[in-house]
Structures are given as C-alpha cells and as structure tokens.
C-alpha cells in the first residue's frame, strides 16, 4: 500500500511517499511561510520522483499538530481535499509522534518541543519500548518554565529535541540538566514510516474525522478574547 504523508505543521514543508519498502521520494523545504504555494508542486514533485501516479495511492497520511495554525490548516484542508478526491482513507498523525520517533532507540525520555511562539512552546514525553515509542506525558502547551517543572518532576535524564528545544536552549539548561539534540523539525519521511504501520492495522479514518491538535486558540480568537475583557 502506497501513502503519501503531508507535514506543514511547523516553518518546513515536507511531503514525501512510501510504503512496505520504506520512503520511496521525499521533499522538504523551509521557506518562511509560503506553505501554500509550495505543497502542491512538492506532492507533484514526489509523486514523479517516485514515478507513482496519483491514483496509485492508498492512503494519506497529515501531521495534525499541534503547531503553527496557518501552516497547519494549509496542509490538512489540502490532504483531506485529495484524499477526498481519490476517495482514499486518511491517518493523522501528531508532529510531536514525528519529531520523537527518529529517537526511538535512545535510553533516555524523549521530549519534542515545537515552538509554539508568544514565549511558550509545544512539548510531550516518550520512552522506549519494544518496536518503539511509548507517551509518558500528553502533549501540552505552555511558558518554558512550564516545561523545566515536568522535567525536573519526572527526574530522568531527557533528550529535548525540536526548534523549541533550541530557541529556548539556555532557559531549559538552566533549569534542568538535560541534552539538547539536534534542531529538527517534524518531517514527512517518519510520518509515511508510522502511517504506514498504522495501515496495516486497517487504522484509518474518513477524512471528514481528522481533525486538528490546537492545544490553544487561534491568534485571531485569543485576541478577540482580549478585546473582549478590555471593553
């Protein structure tokens, strides 16, 4: 089965197409925010490297967040658009799973952090287990502090990883002795890898039943909000 995974979540853009034999064509790119002029040439541009027609495709796979609302919102309406359109199922998939599974074979307690901009970040926790990752802590949002006072609670040597992780680098050394692994950004190629496990499990839903991982409101609400209490 043939899936083609869509990860718009964060500043990249990723897409990439994959299957029994792994990831066959991958595209990434980071470009500032022009998720939208750049997905469909890159679905365009996988499926050809692939030399894989679009009706060839099973299912698709999208990051459902949490992370920054515009680019995520341009990469599921686009996945549900052609999953609709090939009347295939859909999986979704978090982008916090995407960025700790490319670390399933550490020891330590694995910790995404996306930067989830306003001074707070996105972040969850992992641990391994046989075949992979287990959550040990759901994804939250919150101030940087926030994130030391988990780590220090669970007392365990961690690897951060994420552009959260970097950007508020010295603040969570500060606080906790951890490592900090390399910038990262959630990706396509682990998304296909994990969908595709899902798969054949029959894990799929209709596209209408995806839905995104906000965690927070939207800017635009949250600054309604606070009209609101203001006036």
């Given amino acids: 089965m043939l899936i083609l995974g869509i990860e718009t979540a964060t500043a990249q853009v990723s897409v990439a197409i994959g299957g029994h034999e792994g990831v066959i064509a991958l595209f990434e790119v980071a470009r500032g925010r022009r998720h939208a002029e750049i997905l469909a040439p890159a679905v365009e541009f996988v499926c050809r490297q692939a030399d894989i027609e679009l009706d060839e495709l099973g299912v698709i796979a999208v990051d459902t967040g949490p992370g920054l609302f515009t680019g995520m919102r341009v990469g599921l309406a686009s996945a549900k658009a052609l999953a609709q359109a090939l009347r295939i199922p859909m999986i979704g998939i978090s982008s916090l799973d995407l960025l700790a599974f490319p670390n399933r074979h550490t020891d330590r307690v ?122």
Avoid at 127 to 146: N, S, W
């Fill in 110 to 231: 694995v910790v995404p952090v996306i930067d989830a901009r306003k001074g707070e970040v996105f972040w969850a926790m992992y641990r391994q287990v046989p075949g992979g990752l287990q959550q040990v802590a759901p994804p939250t949002v919150g101030p940087v502090d926030d994130l030391v006072a988990d780590l220090l609670a669970r007392s365990q040597e961690a690897l951060c990883i994420g552009d959260g992780a970097h950007r508020y680098r010295e603040e969570i050394l500060d606080g906790y002795h951890c490592e900090i692994g390399e910038d990262a950004h959630p990706s396509a190629a682990p998304l296909v890898q994990l969908a595709h496990a899902r798969a054949l499990r029959e894990e799929w839903v209709n596209p209408r039943e995806i839905t995104a991982t906000y965690l927070r409101a939207p800017d635009a609400q949250i600054n309604w909000s606070t009209r609101e209490r203001r006036a």
